[in-house]
T-cell receptor
């Protein structure tokens, strides 16, 4: 069984540009989560999808972040326009039963 | 407001000895707790979990203890092996909620041969 896959693994963009991160969850996992780790601190929740519906967006930093999960399969997280403080590692996770979540390898975003 | 805290940023132990990683939480709504292990350039990997109705859960060399009255949990690794060297994250969840995880800051464990 394939794990959670994230693309790209690294992205370096200039301030003001747009970046789109992609996550492919484990097949059959309705729950999909986005998390972010900034500057080696704790991993922070961003949002939660159940299939294509957003269940909880309480962790989204601001309206420069837009997440979608069309068709309830893969998800994208767009940052537009990117700011310096958006730099960090973005993790995607999926779960079948909202218990143990399986994480992807993360996308390291650097905004310069 | 840090709801899950791992107060020790790092821990170093000798191979074969016990590693004890600690975690404290403040939110009494949390009813499920997990430990994840993370190697550099990889995502967190699920290690072990415990429900709030239990006080101990064991899986091989890994045991998690939960003290609800103290809002404290710990992960014991016995015996520790060099391959256990990684960052360990404690996480908590209120399953009646969305299942989102609240993480601690992580503890870097180094097991010396």
């Amino acid at each position: 069984e394939a794990g959670v896959t994230q693309f790209p693994s690294h992205s370096v963009i200039e301030k003001g540009q747009t970046v789109t991160l992609r996550c492919d969850p484990i097949s059959g996992h309705d729950n999909l989560y986005w998390y972010r780790r900034v500057m080696g601190k704790e991993i922070k929740f961003l949002l939660h999808f159940v299939k294509e519906s957003k269940q909880d967006e309480s962790g989204m930093p601001n309206n420069r972040f837009l997440a979608e999960r069309t068709g309830g399969t893969y998800s994208t997280l767009k940052v537009q326009p990117a700011e310096l403080e958006d730099s960090g590692v973005y993790f995607c996770a999926s779960s079948r039963d909202r218990v143990e979540a399986f994480f992807g390898q993360g996308t390291r975003l650097t905004v310069v | 407001d840090q709801q899950v805290k791992q107060n020790s940023p790092s821990l170093s132990v000798q191979e074969g000895r016990i590693s004890i990683l600690n975690c404290d939480y403040t939110n009494s709504m949390f009813d499920y707790f997990l430990w994840y292990k993370k190697y550099p350039a990889e995502g967190p990997t699920f290690l072990i979990s415990i429900s709030s109705i239990k006080d101990k859960n064991e899986d091989g060399r890994f045991t998690v203890f939960l003290n609800k009255s103290a809002k404290h949990l710990s992960l014991h690794i016995v015996p520790s092996q060099p391959g256990d060297s990684a960052v360990y994250f404690c996480a908590a969840s209120a399953r009646s909620n969305t299942g989102k995880l609240i993480f601690g800051q992580g503890t870097t464990l180094q097991v010396k041969p």
